[in-house]
């Protein structure tokens, strides 16, 4: 892994400026409180936006100390602690010893908090299923390949470029 950064372009391309422009757009767009809402009365699930955004990262990991979790999130450990309370007070989250330190929990999903993830994904992918109904299943395959194209790349550059920093006690 190098320990040089990348040097920055002078100038991105037409094609990436309309992409970064098209992001923000879907971005801004899956944010908005109005359509959080919306999701969730479809999905059945009374959670903010904190609480499934936590629940959506513990259901793609194993258990997680909350430190490490609030690091995947971008958040302060603080958000994550009383985010986990209020999830563990509804049954969506269990803590659980971490095996590597006796001393330290990790965050586990329920049965309930498993079956809330997977509502709060499927009306998010019912919803998108409506709004591409006019795209053939070859137009779905490429943009889904490209996309995990993008992420997986974009994760390759954050890597690169992430500064050593000490490990975040949970």
Do not use: C
Not at 14 to 32: D, F
Not at 84 to 104: C, E, F, I, M, N
Not at 134 to 149: I, K, M, T
């Amino acid at each position: 892994m190098s320990t040089e950064p990348l040097p920055v372009p002078a100038v991105a391309s037409p094609e990436v400026i309309e992409i970064e422009r098209a992001l923000t757009r879907i971005t801004y767009l899956s944010t908005r409180a109005r359509q959080h809402d919306r999701l969730m009365a479809m999905a059945g699930v009374p959670l903010d936006r904190a609480a499934v955004a936590l629940l959506r990262q513990v259901a793609d990991t194993e258990p997680l100390r909350p430190g490490e979790l609030a690091q995947r999130l971008g958040v302060e450990a603080s958000h994550v602690t009383r985010t986990v309370q209020q999830l563990q007070k509804s049954g969506y989250v269990t803590r659980v010893p971490d095996p590597d330190d006796g001393r330290a929990q990790r965050i586990q999903l329920t049965d309930a908090g498993r079956e809330a993830v997977d509502r709060v994904r499927d009306a998010g992918a019912r919803g998108m299923q409506l709004a591409l109904a006019d795209w053939s299943p070859e137009e779905l395959g490429r943009l889904a390949a490209l996309f995990h194209r993008m992420v997986d790349d974009f994760l390759s550059y954050a890597v690169e470029e992430e500064p050593e920093q000490p490990a975040v006690k949970g």
